[in-house]
């Protein structure tokens, strides 16, 4: 069991940067895949980057890649999400997720433990 807690969210201008941070508690360890997920109001969550457990492996949704840098520090159980060029489109609480062993990196049912959510919103 596994706590996430998501913080870094605010309100920008389109064009701005913003780093998220994810931190776990609990029964913790460095081999857990983790994940950010975002939702937008009247959407439904949608996959946006993840990190292996080493942080040798990362992967991007279409939409942000080349934007967007995911990372881990495992030594203070924390990951990051660097978030560069935003744009309105990226407005949407932005969750936290974290799984020992991952088939499908960017589907939601593959994670078990996730946080509270951060929001994030762009303006134009």
């Known amino acids: 069991q596994v706590q996430l807690v998501e913080s870094g969210g605010g309100l920008v201008q389109a064009g701005d940067s913003l780093r998220l941070s994810c931190a776990a508690s609990g029964r913790t360890n460095s081999y857990y895949v983790m994940g950010w997920f975002r939702q937008a109001p009247g959407k439904e969550r949608e996959f946006v980057a993840a990190?292996?457990?080493?942080?040798?492996?990362?992967y991007y949704a279409d939409s942000v890649k080349g934007r967007f840098t995911i990372s881990r520090d495992n030594a203070k159980n924390t990951m990051y999400l660097q978030m560069d060029s935003l744009k309105p489109e990226d407005t949407a609480v932005y969750y936290c997720?974290?799984?020992?062993?991952?088939?499908?990196?960017?589907?939601?049912?593959?994670?078990?433990?996730w946080g509270q959510g951060t929001q994030v919103t762009v303006s134009s």
């Open positions: 990190i292996s457990w080493s942080g040798q492996s990362t």
């Open positions: 997720a974290a799984q020992m062993t991952v088939t499908d990196y960017s589907a939601r049912d593959s994670y078990a433990y």
